[in-house]
């Protein structure tokens, strides 16, 4: 069975500076992972993809990832943060096989970006 | 276009009432699915469907009834309220059930059951 583990539950960061968001999945085939934002009172909507080929992923709002095969990781970064990209931060993984009924979220970091 | 819509947004119940969530999407998707959200436990799969007619469970689907009689509508059933199901659910829609579609959310819908 595949899994998520997000190490952070919150993440406080200083606006202008950079930020790394961690995740880490566990799963016995080839995997599909994906980021999703989640602000204040909303529903989920994705961030970025990783489905093949290049192992670093280049997202919406300025947001990348990088898929990392040998530690089981994709941890999620941007360089300098806003205030508005003060959020919950979703990994979820998908199997080779599967479809999205089988998209497996972690439990999620809250990003909070202060002055 | 309104994406996906979750009615209501906020339902209070008592132990043993019954309700229906409801799901509608205007974007043609043929896969729609239900999950619930709860503090630390992140977003768990409840029912989940490919197509009309076809419905199946996910991860947690005890105490919850689908159906799914048109491309566009995914109601959630709770048959007989519990505090457990005390929860912020969200409806799902993805243009088809693979790993390549994006899923678009809804709002939520705030249910506490007392």
């Known amino acids: 069975a595949q899994s998520v583990t997000q190490l952070d539950s919150q993440v406080p960061v200083f606006e202008e500076a950079p930020v790394e968001l961690r995740c880490n999945y566990s799963?016995?085939?080839?995997?599909?992972l994906f980021w999703y934002v989640q602000y204040p009172n909303q529903g989920l909507q994705l961030l970025l993809k990783?489905?093949?080929?290049?192992?670093l992923v280049k997202g919406i709002n300025g947001f990348e990832a990088e898929f990392n095969k040998s530690q089981t990781s994709f941890h999620l970064r941007k360089p300098s943060v806003h205030i508005s990209d003060t959020a919950e931060y979703f990994c979820?993984?998908?199997?080779?096989?599967?479809?999205?009924?089988?998209?497996?979220f972690g439990t999620g970091t809250r990003l909070q970006v202060t002055l | 276009n309104a994406g996906v819509t979750q009615t209501p947004k906020f339902q209070v119940l008592k132990t043993g009432q019954s309700m229906t969530l409801q799901c509608a999407q205007d974007m043609n998707h043929e896969y729609m699915s239900w999950y619930r959200q709860d503090p630390g436990m992140g977003l768990r799969l409840i029912h989940y469907s490919v197509g009309a007619g076809i419905t199946d469970q996910g991860e947690v689907p005890n105490g919850y009834n689908v159906s799914r009689s048109t491309t566009e509508d995914f109601p959630l059933r709770l048959l007989s309220a519990a505090p457990s199901q005390t929860s912020v659910y969200f409806c799902?829609?993805?243009?088809?059930?693979?790993?390549?579609?994006?899923?678009?959310f809804g709002n939520g819908t705030r249910l506490t059951v007392t």
């Open positions: 990783y489905l093949s080929g290049s192992t």
């Open positions: 979820a993984v998908s199997d080779f096989t599967g479809t999205a009924s089988k998209l497996t």
């Open positions: 799902a829609s993805s243009y088809e059930s693979t790993y390549n579609s994006p899923l678009h």
């Open positions: 799963s016995s085939v080839s995997v599909y």
